[in-house]
């Protein structure tokens, strides 16, 4: 449930999904999408008579399949895959009205975050900090990956302000915005402690995963309001015991305190601000929620905490390779 869609009790094609049929195929197509697939020619009457009751909606696939007995067993795996597709929404009136406030979305969203990170494994970075086990170099690395994201954190959120549903939204996301500004330079004091170049940090390039980070929640930004605003917490969660244990980390190396340093006010900033809280003040907001809407944000989020554990994952294994250039710059 927490990485698919569920499945419709009535399946109905959406209404942007056209179909085309010859004696032994059918082409769906909803938008730039299409799903095609191949059936025998005595198959071709009960395929049509499926797709068009597709398109009526109103029936169970139990329904379906008693209409269509020849594809009977085929049935159940092209519902899936349709679905799967997102080709199919709800039709039953009875599960259609069912909505879910944004209060209750995000109290179901990080009881799903903490499960998605137990069962991927606990903070490998934390583990590798706490077992004094964190380099040098990997810790540099962690800062310049930490200041990407925080370098471009502005601009991802700035386009959010473009669908904001009611004022109370719109002064939530601005004052949001304001208090992101310039927080970079926290990090860039940092890097400049440990001998980093201005230039040097400006053209560092990111990891793949931490990229992939941003470009997501740079996405949802424009294209999935709902899933911006569940996966702001992500980036904004206190972490006591992780700063504790950089700091240590840090002293036992000998490293500047001017590096370590920063990054604790930038992570005391975000609690004094209350960052932590912005998704739940944002979700607050949306008073009914769908039934799709809500399995596609529990979706994302679960993706963008999975990309969270990877991050970590690949910058112990990066950095612990003294040959790796550090920054990443290349050209």
Same mark, same amino acid.
């Given at each position: ?68 007995? +020849? &594809? %009977? ?6 519902? @899936?895959?349709?679905?799967? #597709? !997102?080709? $199919?929404? =709800? ?19 990080? +009881? &799903? %975050? ?6 991927? @494994?606990?903070?490998?970075? #934390? !583990?590798? $900090?706490? =077992? ?200």
């Amino acid at each position: 449930m927490d990485s698919s869609l569920a499945a419709p009790a009535m399946p109905k094609f959406r209404g942007i999904v056209t179909s085309q049929l010859t004696d032994s195929g059918a082409v769906l197509s909803a938008g730039g999408r299409q799903c095609a697939f191949r059936f025998a020619p005595d198959e071709a009457t009960d395929v049509a008579r499926l797709i068009g009751d597709l398109h009526a909606g109103g029936m169970t696939p139990e329904e379906l399949a008693a209409r269509s007995p +020849r &594809i %009977a067993d085929k049935i159940p795996p092209l519902l @899936a895959d349709f679905n799967m #597709l !997102r080709l $199919l929404i =709800e039709s039953d009136p009875r599960r259609a009205a069912v909505a879910t406030s944004g209060a209750q979305l995000y109290r179901d969203i990080r +009881r &799903i %975050a903490e499960r998605t990170a137990a069962r991927s @494994a606990r903070s490998a970075f #934390l !583990r590798a $900090l706490v =077992e004094q086990r964190a380099t040098r170099r990997q810790l540099i690395g962690y800062t310049l990956e930490y200041y990407w994201i925080v370098r471009a954190a502005p601009g991802l959120i700035g386009p959010a302000l473009g669908w904001a549903a009611s004022p109370a939204e719109r002064t939530l996301l601005q004052d949001f915005l304001k208090s992101e500004l310039g927080h970079d330079r926290f990090l860039e004091a940092s890097l400049k402690a440990v001998g980093l170049a201005e230039a040097q940090i400006e053209q560092h390039q990111p990891l793949p995963a931490t990229f992939s980070l941003a470009a997501a929640l740079g996405v949802h930004a424009r294209q999935h309001p709902l899933s911006f605003k569940a996966s702001l917490f992500l980036f904004e969660r206190a972490q006591p015991a992780f700063i504790d244990a950089f700091d240590a980390r840090c002293v036992a190396l000998g490293m500047p305190e001017a590096f370590y340093r920063p990054l604790r006010a930038h992570a005391d900033l975000n609690d004094t601000y209350r960052h932590e809280d912005i998704s739940r003040q944002l979700m607050a907001l949306d008073t009914a929620i769908d039934p799709e809407a809500c399995t596609v944000t529990k979706r994302n989020v679960s993706l963008m905490v999975e990309t969270l554990v990877r991050q970590e994952d690949t910058i112990l294994a990066y950095y612990a390779d003294d040959s790796a250039p550090l920054p990443r710059i290349f050209h």
